[in-house]
């Protein structure tokens, strides 16, 4: 799995755990929203990042 996306919200990388959980540098964990959405499980806010799709949108 090990794909990493960059998060424009707080300036790192965020690298995915499993399909729609993603952990950053600082330990946060991301749950995926969209393409390019996910939100910060702790503190619930809305992060912008560059593309997180799903292994069917693999080619």
């Known amino acids: ?15 995915t755990v499993s399909d729609n959980m993603a952990i950053d540098s600082d330990g946060n964990m991301l749950m995926r929203m969209g393409d ?9 806010d809305i992060h912008y990042i560059s ?8 080619d």
């Open 36 to 44: 390019n959405m996910a939100i910060d499980m702790d503190s619930g």
């Open 51 to 58: 593309s997180w799709s799903g292994d069917d949108d693999d």
């Open 1 to 15: 799995m090990s794909k990493h996306f960059f998060d424009y919200d707080d300036g790192d990388f965020a690298y």
